[in-house]
């Protein structure tokens, strides 16, 4: 299975973007999906998660700004982040879990894409 993303860059405070997340694998239609995070010195915060079946789940940090959806005719999961801040600043990695649930443990999934870089900066 590979995970692809895309659309990281650089961009103002209070600016958008949309990350994509390109996946190999023919069961994608069948899998959890999320969205997690690393910044410099922390760890991987789960941010948000997706169902085969369209239901999703976000933490505090994402909720408000942050929309997932997926496309399973593309096998492609999105993160759509409005109102970037400077705290948003990270690697954003998208995951795959081979079962339907999403859970918010970063260890439940299998597969990981390399990430791609956001920079919230003026």
């Known amino acids: 299975v590979q995970l692809v993303e895309s659309g990281g860059g650089l961009v103002q405070p209070g600016g958008s973007l949309r990350l994509s997340c390109a996946a190999s694998?023919?069961?994608?239609?069948?899998?959890?999906m999320s969205w997690a995070r690393q910044s410099p010195g922390k760890g991987l915060e789960w941010l948000s998660g997706?169902?085969?079946?369209?239901?999703?789940y976000s933490s505090h940090s994402a909720e408000g700004r942050f929309i997932i959806s997926r496309d399973n005719a593309k096998n492609t999961v999105y993160l759509q982040m409005s109102n970037l801040k400077p705290e948003d600043t990270a690697v954003y990695h998208c995951?795959?879990?081979?079962?339907?649930?999403?859970?918010?443990?970063?260890?439940?999934?299998?597969?990981w894409g390399q990430g791609t870089q956001v920079t919230v900066s003026s």
């Open positions: 997706i169902e085969p079946g369209g239901t999703t």
């Open positions: 694998a023919k069961a994608f239609s069948h899998s959890a």
């Open positions: 995951a795959l879990r081979r079962w339907e649930t999403v859970v918010t443990d970063p260890g439940a999934y299998e597969y």
